[in-house]
């Protein structure tokens, strides 16, 4: 969930295009957190409508998405975001990214399913009353309006997962942005979800483990160790990706047999 403090100065000029392609320009970008480097040297332009990023555990992917919507700034390089510098974007962030966690449980912070969608609202200025009219019509129009009045806590993990992305998608943003959203769910929920996600007009960046979640993706990066190791299309990224992590499985297993 985006929320940002309401600004009761006179507004600033905004700085973002929402329109801008590409979205994210990163050049020679480093991080790094506690003393240790996480990613270093990344220049890449981000402008495609479905991008999946992939990698082991800790070779940077959830703090490379975490640049896209401020959670993250970098340490060195220079990063622009909707064609403005990354740290004059920032205020603007919260409107044009949404973003979802990999826990719903992290995410959602209102009792019930009316409460977390309207929130958005509000925080685009409509009053109660409107908020939670339009968050009843957004959840119908999603085919979710039997959940309005449901518990978020009560939810099948599906369910919350869903309503997070809805709570996302109701403020309308021009990137939405997915750090392995469907790793706890069954099949039936990754499904529905999938299909859900493949649907939208956003612009969508998404970390997954799962290679199959990101068929039909028009690019993949791969990082490994805080670098670019690979970019291009699903068709040739992510068999190599493949065959690495076989090669990867190989030689461990004739180092254990020695």
């Not at 291009?232 to 004739?254: F, H, K, N, Q, W």
Request: with cysteine; charged share 25%.
């Amino acid at each position: 969930m985006a929320y940002w403090r309401k600004n009761t100065r006179k507004q600033r000029p905004r700085v973002c295009d929402p329109e801008a392609s590409p979205y994210a320009e990163f050049h020679d970008i480093g991080l790094s957190i506690g003393g240790r480097r996480i990613l270093q040297g990344l220049s890449l332009t981000l402008s495609e409508h479905r991008i999946g990023v992939i990698g082991l555990n800790g070779s940077g992917k959830s703090s490379f998405v975490r640049l896209l919507n401020g959670l993250r700034t970098p340490d060195a390089g220079s990063l622009t975001l909707f064609g403005a510098p990354g740290e004059r974007a920032l205020p603007e962030l919260p409107r044009h990214v949404g973003f979802v966690f990999q826990n719903p449980d992290h995410q959602a912070i209102f009792p019930t399913v009316e409460e977390e969608i309207a929130f958005g609202l509000t925080q685009l200025g409509a009053d109660k009353t409107e908020s939670r009219a339009r968050a009843r019509d957004f959840l119908a129009r999603h085919g979710c309006g039997q959940l309005a009045d449901s518990p978020v806590a009560e939810l099948s993990g599906g369910q919350k997962q869903l309503i997070c992305i809805l709570a996302v998608l109701v403020m309308e943003p021009r990137l939405l942005v997915l750090d392995e959203p469907l790793t706890s769910l069954d099949a039936l929920a990754t499904g529905r979800i999938r299909d859900k996600l493949l649907s939208l007009p956003q612009k969508i960046v998404m970390v997954s483990h799962d290679l199959g979640h990101l068929a039909g993706f028009d690019r993949i990066l791969w990082l490994e160790d805080g670098r670019l190791r690979m970019d291009g299309p699903p068709d040739t990224v992510l068999p190599a990706y493949s065959a690495d992590i076989r090669r990867r499985l190989g030689t461990e297993a004739e180092l254990a047999a020695l």
